[in-house]
C-alpha cells in the first residue's frame, strides 16, 4: 500500500517519517507555495503558555512522545534537531508573579527579582520565571527529512491532482490552504497569519511575555515574534505587525534601535476549536486529514501522528477533542 501525503511542512514531514518507520510507503506531494507557517517557524515549545501561565493538560504526554521521536532521527542522521532551552517568562503584572509563586510545577526552574532582571539586561518589575522550554529547528528537521524522503524515491515536487492518485488513501496536510481544500472545506478551520523578525541583538537570554525574543548569540541575532492576523493572509510582511512585536518587546533596553536582518511571515492553520483536525472525509473514505495544529504544533505533531496512524492502520479511535467527526455529527 502506498500513502500520498500532501504537503511537506512540519505536519507532513512528522506524519511521513513516522510512517516510514512503521515499514509503509509514502510518497508526499509538495507544492512549493508562499507563506507557509512551518518555513518561519521559531520552534518555541513553551510549557507555560498565556497570561494564566496554564500547562496544557497533554503537554507532558507530547513532551514524552517528542523526547522519544526526535532523538532517533538525531540519531541517524547526526544532527540535533531538539534542543533543550531556559526561557526566562516576563511578568507583567502582580498577578501573574503570584501565579507563578503558587504553581507547583516540574518546568519551574527559579524567580528573579526586578533588581536580577535588571543585572540580566531586562527591565522587569514584576521580575522573571526561570522555565525549562525547548527549541525545534524546524528548518533542518524539514530538510533532513525532505533528504530522506528524495533518497527513498517518496518525494515529488508537485501540487496535488486527484486524477494522478486514484484509489490511493490521500491525507492532506497542507496547512492553511486546507480552506481551499474542496473536500475539507466544510470544516472549522481558522487560519491566522503570524511574522517573525530576525534583528541583531547581544542580549544572551530566550524571553517571552507572550511576545518572545529568541536569541543566537554564536550569530549574535535573535527571533522576535510573533503576530496574529485573521485577515489579508497572504499579503506578506506588514509594517503595523513589525512595530507591535517591537512594542512588546519593550522590557528589552533599545530593542526599537536594534538591526532589522529579516522579516518573515507565514501563515498557521488553527481552528475556532484550538484543536486539530484528524480523521477520515465522511463520505469519500479515500481522503483523510491531518490538520490545524496553530501555534502549538511543535508541541503536539509527534503525539498526534502516533494517534493518526494507529487509527489509520489500525483503526484504534481518535480522540475525541481531534476527530473531525465531532464536527460531521453536528
Request: charged share 25%.
Given at each position: 500500500m502506498e500513502i500520498v501525503i500532501v504537503g511537506h511542512g512540519l505536519a507532513g514531514a512528522i506524519l511521513a517519517q513516522n510512517f516510514i518507520k512503521k515499514g509503509v510507503s509514502v510518497c508526499v506531494l509538495e507544492g512549493n507555495k508562499p507563506h507557509a507557517a512551518s518555513k518561519v517557524s521559531a520552534g518555541l515549545i513553551n510549557p507555560l503558555i498565556g497570561p494564566k501561565l496554564n500547562i496544557p493538560d497533554d503537554f507532558a504526554?507530547?513532551?514524552?512522545?517528542?523526547?522519544a521521536f526526535f532523538p532517533e532521527i538525531e540519531k541517524a542522521s547526526g544532527e540535533t534537531f531538539l534542543e533543550p532551552i531556559e526561557l526566562f517568562r516576563v511578568f507583567t503584572s502582580l498577578v501573574q508573579q503570584k501565579k507563578w509563586e503558587s504553581l507547583s510545577s516540574p518546568y519551574q526552574v527559579s524567580y528573579l527579582s526586578d533588581g536580577e532582571s535588571k543585572a540580566l539586561?531586562?527591565?522587569?518589575?514584576?521580575?522573571?520565571?526561570?522555565?525549562?522550554?525547548?527549541?525545534?529547528?524546524?528548518?533542518?528537521?524539514?530538510?533532513?527529512?525532505?533528504?530522506?524522503?528524495?533518497?527513498?524515491?517518496?518525494?515529488?515536487?508537485?501540487?496535488?491532482?486527484p486524477?494522478?492518485?486514484?484509489?490511493?488513501?490521500?491525507?492532506?496536510?497542507?496547512?492553511?490552504?486546507?480552506?481551499?481544500?474542496?473536500?475539507?472545506?466544510?470544516?472549522?478551520?481558522?487560519?491566522?497569519?503570524?511574522?517573525?523578525?530576525?534583528?541583531?541583538?547581544?542580549?544572551?537570554?530566550?524571553?517571552?511575555n507572550g511576545t518572545w525574543h529568541l536569541c543566537n548569540p554564536l550569530s549574535g541575532t535573535a527571533k522576535i515574534g510573533s503576530s496574529w492576523k485573521h485577515e489579508r493572509l497572504e499579503d506578506g510582511p506588514d509594517e503595523?505587525?513589525?512595530?507591535?512585536?517591537?512594542?512588546?518587546?519593550?522590557?528589552?533596553?533599545?530593542?526599537?534601535?536594534?538591526?532589522?536582518?529579516?522579516?518573515?511571515?507565514?501563515?498557521?492553520?488553527?481552528?475556532?476549536?484550538?484543536?486539530?483536525?484528524?480523521?477520515?472525509?465522511?463520505?469519500?473514505?479515500n481522503y483523510y486529514i491531518f490538520n490545524g495544529f496553530g501555534s502549538r504544533g511543535c508541541t503536539t505533531l509527534v503525539k498526534s501522528a502516533h494517534e493518526f496512524i494507529r487509527f489509520f492502520l489500525d483503526d484504534i479511535p481518535?480522540?475525541?477533542?481531534?476527530n473531525l467527526m465531532r464536527f460531521a455529527q453536528k
Open positions: 504526554d507530547c513532551m514524552e512522545e517528542n523526547l539586561g531586562v527591565d522587569c518589575p514584576f521580575g522573571l520565571g526561570k522555565t525549562s522550554a525547548w527549541i525545534l529547528n524546524t528548518e533542518k528537521f524539514l530538510e533532513y527529512s525532505r533528504f530522506v524522503l528524495r533518497s527513498k524515491g517518496f518525494y515529488i515536487e508537485k501540487p496535488f491532482e486524477e494522478d492518485w486514484t484509489g490511493k488513501p490521500v491525507i492532506f496536510c497542507e496547512g492553511f490552504r486546507v480552506t481551499q481544500n474542496p473536500w475539507f472545506q466544510f470544516l472549522p478551520f481558522a487560519p491566522a497569519q503570524g511574522e517573525v523578525l530576525t534583528i541583531q541583538s547581544s542580549l544572551k537570554y530566550n524571553l517571552s503595523d505587525a513589525k512595530s507591535q512585536i517591537i512594542h512588546k518587546l519593550g522590557f528589552i533596553p533599545n530593542i526599537q534601535n536594534q538591526k532589522i536582518m529579516k522579516h518573515s511571515c507565514g501563515v498557521r492553520s488553527g481552528t475556532r476549536d484550538r484543536h486539530p483536525i484528524l480523521g477520515r472525509h465522511p463520505e469519500h473514505p481518535l480522540p475525541l477533542s481531534k
